[in-house]
Structures are given as structure tokens and as C-alpha cells.
């Protein structure tokens, strides 16, 4: 325990009514059945949870994808989102790449002490309506709370289970030569959301995330029988990061055509004056399908229903060649490798 | 940002590229001072639209390649001092010193921000008094009005928790530097557009007359870098040697006198190391005696020693323009941005790193 005074001599105020999140909450007695009472449970209101039980039972029917996801983010609310939608819409999304349609979560909460309930309000509601909007439930849950400085307020894990709807394996192994493919809307907007409300940089025009769930469209093209081989999508280290590692499982060459990538004038902006490339840069709402030549403008025709892949566009192929590389068209008839960040993605001087 | 657009027009860019065929009459060597340049060169592979006999060498126009070797040392030491935080561009956090980066400085629980201004530092030391606020002022003239502006407000403030590690460079005597030298190759210079916004070109004229080389100063965008290499090579043609202004949506004659006016009052030119090329006469800025009380050096002891080591690469001659990247037998071998011999691989505006960004897979896949 740290310095000062003791979780014990705590004043016995109402945890709810206290302004900020106290060590207490997190001691497994009756100040963090409040918090769970008076907060968390009310906003995630679900049955299973109500239950207050260990864990939930649950019965999927058939295959299973399962994921997990822990989201570190700082801020924890910036334009266009916060770390409760991230949470759900990631893992959600990932559950969507393996083919699954999402049924269930559960929420880890690591709290700092000293997090204004205010902020805890908004995460788990937001975290509720993410849920909400997808159709899937939050059925079981953890929380600890950590000493002040321990954490950046708040952090979050979240593990999701879905019922598998593609009839066949979906993944880099099932990439072939002659694939096209196919990037669900621009990249780029949540990096730049995220580093400049992180920094405070006065940018003329405000970006928002990106972060959506990408679930209804995908389950769209599963539904329709479009034979989709792989899919995924292009968070950490951006759509630079998600293709190579697709072009080196997959032992193929994928040609990307630079002009065809859609990035947002704000984004391209902004990243000119960092020094980012926006190829590079993590998106929270988008993603890469693999499929046939052939099967390709009907996959389009689907995304395009949906407001999160109206955008979608074909940006490249999948080309022979076991070098696992991805190479840029450039606009000049030129080509050049792209190759994933190294690293940290540090601001440049001049 | 919507004019970008215009300046990567692909048919203008083909015209440029046909023009400077067409205009070429024998071997050409140009060079690019800027590292932004070459970066662009090579991201967008300017460099193959130009025919056979036009070489563009890659400049010393990076100024955290330049850094030198004492001043990285002296901000990783202030880093590891209690009371400071340590506010840097990003770039600086993996330069290497004589052992160790930044980043390292960090990890080891170094307080060093990343800012993006030198007017952010300027903020933490307003808010955190009781700390010991030191902004690495790194870069040429570009920056520098920046950093100026910081140190005057300072003082304006009696901000007694500020100062600065000042390592400005300045573009002139780079030039004189590789113009001097035996085995300089270098027949006209496309001039860095930034630098010039600030400083002007006036000062690029004794050289362009005294070398008889012609210096355009050029922008950052495929147009803006063709269009420079074809009015130098016009000139080359036509037997002259001036300083034009292809960046002319930007740069005036006499740059922005209001920034110039600030910087020569804040900081003084003086003698200047340059990691990989060496002692430069006048080649460097110092804070000036009326704010020497905002110099880190002066606070905190001056930086000193920081030997170079041979890194077992080339960066000094790339950093030079004698050689290129592919050139050195460590490149993308042992030598990559993970694990960097060189400092011109380290930097997003190194000549290294470019090439290993844009071209290294190249020999992978024939």
C-alpha cells in the first residue's frame, strides 16, 4: 500500500457520490460492490451479469472464434470516440475478420485510483451502446483498481466469442494469385485523431476516429456466398503492417496501387507535417478483404450498402511470386516496396 | 493541403521528364541538399524519370544526421538528471550518442518528452516550476526562428526553469564545405525551399559566383524537384551560373525579415562540429550574450568530447554526397533502421533510411 492513508480509514461516503474512483473500490469488499452495484452494472445491464456469479454459462452452438484485445489508449476519449467503443468494436472486428459473427464479451477494467466516475459513466456506456449496436452481449466481467500513477487512468481487456459463419477457413493461408484487394474505406483518420488529442496539436480541421464495428458488412458478404479468403484489419502499424504480414504468410507478392488507397485531405495533411505516412497509421473501423478477380465487383456492390464500407474500393492484387512482398504503384508509374513501420512512429524536426 | 495535388500531377510530371531530356546534353551531377528531398526523390522515384547521364547526390540536409556526436551525450546526461525534463523533437530520440539514445535515456526512467514545438517545452515550464525545463534545439534555419521565439518569451517571462541546448546548423557553409573539397562532384545545387522561406537566397549568390555553380532553390513536391533539376541544368547548358527561385509560392529574395531579425538577435553565428563531416568555420548558432542565461551549457556544464566512433559504415561520406547508400557494404545487411550503424540510417530525413525505406526490396524480388 502506499503512503498516506489506509483503504480502512477511507471515509465511508457512498463510493458512487465521491467524485473520483478510490484504491478501495478495488479491495473486493463492500466499496467495490458498490462501484459495481451503483456504476457498472446499471450501464452494461445484462442479465448474465445481474446474476453475480464467477462466471457466465453460455451455450455457442457449433464452431467458435475466439479473441482477445487490450486497449491502452491515452486519451481515453478523443474525437469521434473513447476507449469503451474501441474495446468493443475491436474485438468485435477481430471476431468479424476470422468469419464469426460476435455473441459475447466480457470486460476486464484495470481503474487508476483517482479516475473521475464521470469518465468510468461515459467509457461503459459507450461501451453499451458499441455492444448494443453489433447485438452482442457483455456477460462477464473483472475489475481491479491500482494505485495512482499505476495506469493512464483506465484500462480496458476485452475477450469475445463468436459463432463461426464462414463455410470455410478464412486467413492468409487461403490467399491465391489473382486475388484482388479490397479496402473497406480510408485510412489513417484514428492515428491522427488519437496524436492530436494526445498532443493537443491545433489542427485547423478536426479528425474523428474511424472506429466503427465492421461486423454487418462482413457478415454481408458470408451471407451472399461471396468466397472471401482472407480478411483482416489494419490496426496497429496501419494497412502498411496488415498486407505485409498477409504477402509473407501467404508466400505472395501483393501490387498496391498508391493512388487508389482513399486518404482523407485532413489526414494526408496532417501526416505531410509530421512526417507520417498514412499507410502506416492504425484504423478502428476498416478492413482488408482477399477474394477472386471475379468475384470482386459484387463484393463491392454489398460493402457499398453499408454506411462504415461505403468507401470500399479495390486497391490492389495478389501476384505469384514467394518473395512475401507488397509493392506501391506509384502515381508516376513507378514501383516501390512497402514495408511495415520499424518501431515507434516518432515526429519528425522540419 | 489541396494544392499538394497539383504538384503530383502525373502528366506534369512526365512533361518535366521529358523537358529534361530533351534539355541534357552530356553528364550531369546535381545535388539535393535537403534530406525532405530526398525523400520525396526516392518515394515517389524521381530519380528514374531522369535520364542516364543526370546524377543527383544526396546532401548533408539532415539535421539530426549532423547532430554532433557531444551535444547527443550532453542531452542523454541532462536526461538522467532528477530535476530536468529533457523536451526533444522525436526524430532525436534514436540517434545514437558515443553509447546509448535518448530512448534509452527514457526507458531507463529519463523524463524526455516528445514535443512538437519548442513553445510546448515552454508550457511544462510554466506549469512544472520546480523542474528544470531543457528544449534540444536541433536543425537549421528552419527551426530556428522557432527556437528564438522561445528563448526571447523566456526571458521576457523571467521563465529562470528554462533553457536550451542549442545545435543549430546553417546551410552556407555545408555548401562552401563540399564545393572546397578535392573530390567534390557536384555541379549545381537544387537549394532547400524551407530554409530559404526564412533566410532568403541573397546569401547563396558569393557562392553560385565563386564556384560558378548554379543553385535553384527548390520545393518539396515531384513538380517542385524536377522543375528545380531542369532550370539547373538549363543554366548548366547555357554556361550559367545564378541562384534561381523554382519555390517561388513560397521563398522571397529576402526570406521573412521578421524571423530573420529575431533569430540575429536571440543567437550568434559560430564554429560548428558536423557529426561525419567535421569542424565548419561560422557554421553554427550559439544563443547570443543577452540570453546566455537560457544556455543549457551554461547551466548544466558544456558538452564535451563525445568521440565519434567508426560505425563500420559510410554515413560520413553519404552525409557528404561522395557515395550513396547501396554503396556501403553494411547497407541493409548488417546496417538497418532496427538496428542502425549510421545515423543517416536512423532518421526519417536520412539518405539511408530512404533508401532502405523505398528501394531495398528491389534486390528481393529480382
Known sequence: MSGGESPSWNCPLPEAESEVVRLAAGGGGRAMQRLLEEVIRPLLDDPELARAHDGAVLDPGGEIAFTTDTFVVRPLVFPGGDIGALAVCGTANDLAMCGAEPLVLSLGLVLEEGLPVAVLRRV????????????????????????????????VNTTGIGRLRSR?????????????????????RHGIAVLAAREGLGFETMVATDCAPVVAPVLALLEAGVAVHCLRDPTRGGLASALVEIAEAASVRILVEEAAVPVREEVRAACELLGFDPLHLPCEGRFLAFLAAPEAERALGILRNFAVSREAVVIGRVEEGASGRVLLETPFGQERPLDMPSGEQLPRIC | MRFRDEYRDPARVRRLARAIAR???????????????????????????????????HGPGCPVCVTPVAHIDKAIALAGLPEVILCSYGDMLRVPGSSGDLAGARARGGDVRVVYSPLDALGIARREPEREVVFFAVGFETTAPANAMAVWQAKREGLANFSMLVSHVLVPPALHAILGSPGNRVEGFLAAGHVCTIMGYREYEP?????????????????????????????????????????????????????????????RVASRHWRGIGELPESGLVLAP?????????????????????????????????????DCPAFASRCTPERPLGVTMVSSEGACAAYYRYRHAESLRR
Open chain 1, 124 to 155: 461503459l456506456a459507450s461501451v453499451k451502446t458499441s455492444a448494443e449496436a453489433i447485438g452482442l452481449r457483455i456477460v462477464t466481467g473483472d475489475l481491479k483498481v491500482v494505485e495512482r500513477g499505476r495506469a493512464d487512468g483506465l484500462y
Open chain 1, 168 to 188: 470455410h477457413r478464412i486467413g492468409p493461408a487461403a490467399v491465391r494469385p489473382g486475388d484482388v484487394v479490397i479496402l473497406s474505406g480510408d485510412v489513417g
Open chain 2, 23 to 57: 534539355t541534357v546534353t552530356r553528364p550531369r551531377t546535381l545535388m539535393e541538399v535537403c534530406g525532405g528531398q530526398t525523400h520525396a526523390i526516392l518515394r515517389f522515384g524521381l530519380d528514374r524519370l531522369l535520364p542516364e547521364t543526370v546524377t543527383l547526390l
Open chain 2, 207 to 267: 557562392i553560385a559566383a565563386r564556384y560558378r555553380v548554379p543553385i535553384v532553390v527548390t520545393g518539396f513536391e515531384p513538380v517542385d524537384i524536377l522543375e528545380g533539376v531542369l532550370m539547373c541544368l538549363r543554366q548548366l547548358e547555357e554556361g550559367r551560373a545564378e541562384v534561381e527561385n523554382q519555390y517561388t509560392r513560397s521563398v522571397r529574395p529576402e526570406g521573412n525579415p521578421q524571423a530573420r531579425r529575431l533569430v540575429a538577435e536571440v543567437f
Open chain 2, 290 to 326: 543577452a540570453f546566455a542565461a537560457f544556455d543549457a551549457e551554461r547551466r548544466f556544464g558544456p558538452a564535451a568530447g563525445g568521440e565519434e566512433m567508426d560505425a563500420g559504415c559510410i554515413a560520413g561520406l553519404v552525409l557528404r554526397g561522395e557515395r550513396k547508400p547501396p
